[in-house]
């Protein structure tokens, strides 16, 4: 079955960076786009970028261009994203959330369990 | 951006009793050329992931039980649950991926 393990909590001081990760299994990796979204304490979920796991390309909302970068790695089913310069407003809970298929226009058939992302002094 | 706005925000249903949350947008998602709505409709409960329940606007996705249903087309959509169980307390995000930014309503929470 399909599964994204994402990796463990964070807590991050302002103007770091995080990377958060997530592992995918039970399907072919390059086959679909993964897609990043986060929801903040009692907000409505954003999107924030998506990326063509097979051939790399990415997209990111305007909101985090500059800041948000996301990769992938093939050899090992991984996708990466990376969040730079943060403030208290990236404190969230960040998920990997797959695509039905390659492309960016699709809606999210599989998430991770998610990862909590705090930005504190 | 494409806005998304849900209503109500909140609503309380009786066990067995129909629910119905209806979703805007602030412009058509039904792209012409494959006459496909781009809408999905998605429910979080609490400590959880958002689960996928329909997507193009009214295919129920594999495993969603079918007192779940999605109608609606252009800029107006709505889910409707048939016959409220207890384990359907949750919130409901529509959303929309026909464009980027995907975007999402700001929820409606179901209780009993």
């Known amino acids: 079955q399909v599964q994204l393990v994402q990796s463990g909590a964070e807590v991050k001081k302002p103007g770091a960076s995080v990377k958060v990760s997530c592992e995918a299994s039970?399907?072919?990796?390059?086959?679909?786009?993964m897609h990043w979204v986060r929801q903040a304490p009692g907000q409505r979920l954003e999107w924030m970028g998506w990326?063509?796991?097979?051939?790399?390309?990415?997209k990111y909302s305007q909101k985090f261009q500059g800041r948000v970068t996301i990769t992938r790695d093939t050899s090992a089913s991984i996708v990466y994203m990376d969040l730079s310069s943060q403030g208290s407003e990236d404190t969230a809970v960040y998920y990997c959330?797959?695509?039905?298929?390659?492309?960016?226009?699709?809606?999210?058939?599989?998430w991770g369990q998610g990862t909590l992302v705090t930005v504190s002094p | 951006d494409i806005v998304m706005t849900q209503s109500p925000d909140s609503l309380a249903v009786s066990l067995g009793e129909r629910a119905t949350i209806n979703c805007r947008s602030s412009?058509?998602?039904?792209?012409?050329?494959?006459?496909?709505?781009?809408l999905a409709w998605y429910q979080q409960k609490p400590g959880q992931p958002p689960r996928m329940l329909i997507y193009?606007?009214?295919t129920r996705e594999s495993g969603v039980p079918d007192r779940f249903s999605g109608s609606g087309s252009g800029t107006d959509f709505t889910l409707t649950i048939s016959s409220l169980q207890a384990e359907d307390v949750a919130i409901y995000y529509c959303?929309?991926?026909?464009?980027?930014?995907?975007?999402f309503g700001q929820g409606t929470k179901v209780e009993i």
């Open positions: 193009w606007a009214s």
């Open positions: 990326i063509n796991a097979g051939n790399g390309n990415t």
């Open positions: 039970g399907y072919t990796f390059t086959r679909y786009g």
């Open positions: 959303q929309q991926y026909y464009d980027t930014p995907q975007t």
């Open positions: 412009q058509s998602l039904l792209y012409t050329s494959n006459k496909k709505n781009y």
């Open positions: 959330a797959r695509g039905i298929d390659s492309d960016v226009y699709q809606s999210l058939d599989h």
